[in-house]
């Protein structure tokens, strides 16, 4: 059975299927626009230009690998090998790993895949199993380069300048300069993580370790030798485990007496903020623009304006969290007290109790719940927030984790100190998450 329509109808059918129409192919339209608009305003051209994806990967080989420097100071010819170039890692004078071999004249460095490293009296050569000799030679002030037959022009892997000459390849690196020949290869792992090279457990198989500590003689008539192990670990200079330890628990303190100061706080600013408990319409107004003044100042910026006033510290950084969270902590309370039962408060107040027995035993165990959930819930989200904010006000592991960024040269101690940090808050997470269960639900 067709139905006919009359002219107004057929106009508003036609304007309906316009309307959708334009729809239709307006959203993938604007959708399509915005993508060009981030295109350009981001220059991702220029990005795609500029980016150094050989640093990218050198960067991230660092993460889990470490390398072992071999310089030559060309003043006096003295040679040295320190793991990741620091002195805390250094051989003892004249010594080196087995893969550094002292030849007449000079040193050989045997690098990764066949390839190595040769530092001589006047400069350096590079053996590459592929393209065969690159000779460095010093020439009074300036640095010459001479490639091997096979190489008819300088390569990207080359770096070389009238001062300095660099060679990077995937098994190392030699480089030379009028003062400095250095060459360093690259091992999977993190060395000297449990022990210095100046230990006396250093370079021990996990066997000779687990003797060690269970039956063998003591190194030390002082101490057993497990003790002295993890004394040696705890006080690694490398590594500073010690440091790294008492950095996590100021994160973990400041995150806590930020959350636990801001909820003692705003409990009580939050009665005078809910309109059941305070009649006087100017303090509830006052008090509530005070909650969105504190929370709508980001903690950074609070973070920031104190350590100019209080200088640095982690107490600092705890009353960063303590004023941002005052003012979340009241709104959340507030909205919470003006949601209660009325008829537990006159059940209270029936057996004559006075208004602070009425709060305390009508008015607290309806909002308890509400309370334990969010304070929980911040103090895990704080113990991230501190962080960021102990890099600021210089305490805690976000302290560390910026020095070892800014340093741009031991990743694997990033490495290092962002997997402890991932691990404190899935510690936290769990220890909340318990706490919410037994508190709350009882179980």
Do not use: C
Request: net charge neutral; proline share 4%.
């Amino acid at each position: 059975m067709s139905v006919a329509l009359g002219g107004g109808h057929r106009e508003a059918a036609h304007g309906l299927f316009r309307r959708k129409r334009i729809v239709a192919f307006g959203v993938p339209a604007a959708i399509l626009l915005y993508f060009v608009y981030i295109f350009f305003a981001f220059d991702l051209p220029g990005l795609a230009q500029r980016a150094r994806l050989d640093n990218a990967a050198i960067l991230v080989s660092d993460f889990w690998s470490y390398k072992t420097h071999v310089t030559k100071d060309n003043r006096n010819g003295e040679i040295t090998a320190a793991i990741e170039g620091e002195a805390k890692g250094a051989y003892p004078a004249g010594t080196f790993p087995d893969w550094v071999e002292e030849t007449e004249g000079g040193v050989r460095i045997a690098l990764r895949d066949g390839h190595a490293a040769v530092f001589e009296p006047e400069g350096a050569r590079y053996l590459h199993p592929e393209f065969g000799e690159i000779v460095l030679r010093t020439e009074g002030r300036r640095i010459a380069l001479v490639l091997p037959p096979a190489l008819s022009e300088v390569p990207d892997w080359i770096n070389a300048s009238d001062t300095r000459v660099a060679i990077n390849t995937e098994a190392g690196r030699l480089s030379l300069t009028r003062n400095r020949t250095e060459a360093f290869r690259y091992f999977a792992g993190w060395e000297l993580f449990f022990f210095t090279l100046d230990s006396p457990f250093s370079g021990r198989s996990l066997g000779e370790l687990t003797a060690l500590a269970l039956w063998e003689p003591r190194i030390d008539e002082a101490r057993s030798n497990l003790g002295y192990m993890l004394s040696e670990f705890w006080t690694n200079r490398m590594w500073r485990h010690g440091d790294v330890a008492w950095a996590i628990f100021e994160t973990i303190l400041m995150a806590f007496l930020g959350t636990m100061g801001a909820a003692i706080i705003a409990l009580p600013l939050g009665f005078v903020a809910a309109k059941n408990f305070a009649p006087a319409a100017a303090a509830r107004f006052g008090v509530r623009r005070l909650f969105d003044f504190l929370r709508g100042v980001d903690g950074l910026i609070w973070t920031i304006i104190l350590s100019r006033a209080f200088g640095p510290g982690p107490l600092t950084g705890s009353l960063a969290i303590l004023i941002t969270d005052t003012g979340t902590f009241g709104k959340i309370f507030s909205e919470a007290l003006e949601n209660v039962d009325e008829k537990q408060i006159e059940g209270v107040r029936s057996t004559g109790a006075k208004p602070v027995q009425r709060y305390r035993f009508g008015v607290i165990p309806q909002v308890m719940p509400v309370i334990l959930s969010q304070v929980l819930y911040y103090l895990e989200s704080n113990t991230r927030s501190a962080t960021v904010i102990g890099a600021i006000v210089g305490g805690g592991i976000g302290l560390l984790l910026t020095q070892a960024i800014i340093t741009q040269k031991d990743w694997e101690e990033v490495t290092y100190y962002m997997v402890l940090i991932v691990l404190m808050v899935m510690f936290m997470d769990t220890v909340s998450g318990w706490l919410r269960r037994r508190l709350i639900k009882g179980a």
